[in-house]
């Protein structure tokens, strides 16, 4: 008898880990799916335009990948897709679609550079901290006319966020047009900041510096903070049913105030590291479109952190890549812009996924 | 800065180009308020105005007409809103991320069209493209001041405002309007009567390409005839915005379109006035935040006075 049960509850076990398995595969399956179809749709779109697609690619992943210094430039500029891609994840957690992201990364790295230029005599130990401190608040307060909107007057976030956006965007144009232009800058930007705020480098020769790292570290304290804290899980539950959630006596209004300023703070914070160690001062129009990257990052991540990473090494990578393809090959760069567009068309339909999961559970089962 | 005249900036002309700064606003709105009555919020206005206006430019040069490229606008509208339906109503993928990703693919698309087929960056003008003429109105362009404001627009200008009373008689005095609408409110009771909800969606989003071709087209092809890199500039996000101070009736939300149009002619005319244009470029989207602010306080008191009335439905349907 106790045998009999013991049996049971193995073979119950047993199939609980083979449904796992099947889950996991199908998922994998869909994503392979899905990254040819975009590919094979990029490369159409080439083809028919007159150009080599295998040749275009070649070069995208020669520039890429195509050796040590240049696969550090492409984890540098993952930095940002990294950071880009959990701020609108935690949003969107909370089913908050913050398409505000582009406006919020310009203010933040606006508030972080006022901070590095301004002071001058600080240890570096400290100057870098505050610059950071001051992107995460930049980018993070943004959110607060939204954040009234809806929750005072209930108006969705969607329009107001992508108001914002060009809001921002003109208001650090003038900023660096006027109050804080630097005649000596290249193109129109504030002034250079310190050197006591500029972040370390890891390696000679390329341009990734401890942002990186910074990076990383978000990835495993988000990952924490959404899936093993309290405020977390009442995050989570809110975003899947508001109702739900408020019927329970969760802190709705809470969850959203917080998801909003946590995923404006990011990517200021995004910003940020993009001003002190990359750029070194504040330009206009520096980000081209980081924002809404970290929109398809989530997207096609499905808003888990750790997905997040090889999302955004692959945008990262095409980012890099598109350059040198131009300059080889001759094909515009905004082909990745078609390439990236498709994958997050696709990642949202249910179908794919539903059919493979189907095949695949005739062999693992 | 100090010395602005009000009535140098407020002259007829200023009014004259809000019209024209409406029209491709109320050309999104009225294709938005279809897909909005089926129930889909149509996110990807934006995107599809965008591609509108480069095939216009593209059209018009091919075929060396302003109507051609209409055409042609037309055409890469509509099939870029069959995908988007497609996708929605086939392969189940949210509305919201579909269009979403539409707007990025689009400014992708036009972008890489522009380098690989026309061979230029940022920006494509040339002495080929041909555009609208103006239409001077006989009789009313001799009225002193109406007829400076009414007459020698473009075409598509006064198609824009008779389409705001098409689509107006389409959805509240025709029977396929009358379905259309009962597909965005009771779905349910839609499908019981008959009425087949899936082609309804699809009719709401092809509609809205049309649309969006026609705003794309007056974007490129009759004020200025050129094609630039993203040149709808949030107009797409504007008329959802209409739209929701509208509650989806056209009239209402033409009003608002009206109101960003004046916005956006405002803009353009301070900068004259040496008033830095960063900062007067804002106007036009800070309008819309206000627009969006208005509506929501109308909102609330429509509501609370409907409340002491003793009203039980207070959502009652928006015609």
């Known amino acids: ?365 | 800065m100090g010395n602005v005249d009000l009535r140098s900036i407020l002259t007829i002309a200023l009014f004259a180009s809000a019209l024209r700064m409406a029209t491709p606003i109320i050309f999104a709105t009225m294709g938005g308020i279809f897909s909005s009555h089926t129930g889909i919020f149509n996110v990807g206005l934006e995107g599809m105005m965008l591609i509108g206006s480069f095939f216009a430019v593209y059209g018009s040069v091919q075929t060396g007409s302003a109507y051609g490229g209409l055409l042609y606008a037309i055409i890469a509208c509509l099939v870029v809103s069959l995908l988007f339906a497609v996708l929605h109503l086939e392969l189940k993928a949210n509305p919201i991320i579909v269009g979403l990703a539409l707007n990025i693919f689009a400014v992708g698309m036009t972008n890489y069209l522009l380098t690989a087929l026309l061979e230029v960056y940022g920006v494509y003008k040339t002495d080929l493209i041909v555009g609208f003429n103006e239409l001077e109105i006989p009789l009313i362009n001799q009225i002193p001041i109406l007829g400076k404001l009414i007459s020698g627009h473009f075409p598509l200008v006064y198609f824009s405002f008779v389409s705001v009373y098409i689509v107006y008689l389409i959805l509240y005095k025709t029977p396929f309007g009358f379905h259309l609408r009962a597909v965005g409110e009771k779905i349910d009771a839609a499908e019981s009567i008959g009425v087949n909800t899936k082609k309804m969606k699809y009719y709401g989003l092809l509609v809205s390409g049309l649309f969006c071709a026609f705003g794309g087209t007056f974007l490129s092809l009759s004020y200025l005839t050129l094609f630039s890199e993203e040149m709808t500039a949030g107009r797409g996000w504007l008329a959802l915005a209409a739209i929701n101070f509208g509650r989806m009736r056209p009239v209402p939300s033409l009003m608002a379109c009206l109101v960003f149009g004046f916005a956006d002619a405002l803009a353009v005319r301070l900068q004259q006035f040496g008033l830095p244009s960063q900062v007067v470029l804002m106007l036009p989207y800070i309008m819309t935040v206000i627009v969006l602010f208005i509506s929501a306080i109308i909102a609330e008191r429509r509501k609370k006075s409907s409340l002491k009335k003793g009203e039980e439905d207070v959502e009652f349907s928006p015609s």
């Open chain 1, 1 to 365: 008898m106790v045998l009999k049960k013991e049996l049971m509850n193995k073979k119950q076990n047993n199939h609980a880990w083979r449904e796992k398995l099947t889950n996991i595969l199908a998922q994998f399956a869909n994503y392979l799916l899905i990254l040819i179809i975009a590919l094979v749709i990029g490369a159409l779109v080439m083809y028919l335009s007159g150009r080599d697609p295998i040749s275009a690619y070649g070069a995208l992943w020669e520039g890429a990948f195509g050796n040590g210094y240049r696969f550090a430039d492409t984890l540098d500029r993952s930095t940002i897709m990294i950071l880009a891609g959990i701020a609108g994840s935690i949003a969107f957690r909370t089913n908050i679609i913050n398409l505000g992201l582009e406006g919020q990364l310009y203010i933040g790295a606006f508030t972080a550079a006022w901070v590095g230029f301004t002071f001058t005599n600080l240890p570096s130990i400290v100057h870098i901290p505050l610059c950071i401190i001051a992107g995460i608040l930049g980018g993070a307060l943004w959110t607060l006319p939204v954040l009234y909107l809806k929750l005072r007057w209930k108006i969705p976030e969607l329009v107001p966020t992508l108001m914002l956006n060009y809001i921002a965007i003109r208001l650090t144009d003038y900023l660096i047009a006027f109050p804080f232009r630097d005649p000596t800058a290249p193109m129109a930007g504030s002034p250079l900041v310190a050197a006591s705020a500029r972040l370390p480098k890891l390696i000679k020769g390329s341009t990734i510096n401890i942002g990186f790292i910074i990076a990383i570290v978000l990835i495993f304290i988000s990952y924490w903070f959404i899936f093993k804290t309290k405020v977390g899980y009442e995050m989570r539950m809110v975003g899947l049913n508001q109702d739900f959630a408020a019927a329970a006596g969760l802190p709705v209004k809470k969850s959203i105030i917080l998801a909003m300023l946590m995923s404006g703070g990011i990517i200021g914070l995004g910003g940020a590291l993009m001003i002190l160690g990359f750029f070194g001062r504040f330009l206009g129009g520096f980000s081209s479109g980081y924002g809404w990257d970290g929109f398809m990052i989530a997207i096609v991540a499905q808003n888990h952190p750790f997905a997040v990473f090889p999302a955004a090494l692959f945008f990262g990578a095409l980012a890099n890549g598109a350059l040198t393809m131009q300059s080889v090959t001759g094909v515009p760069q905004a082909v990745v812009a078609m390439v990236k567009g498709t994958l997050v068309l696709f990642v949202t339909v249910k179908i794919f996924l539903e059919n493979i999961r189907k095949g695949l559970k005739k062999w693992v089962m």
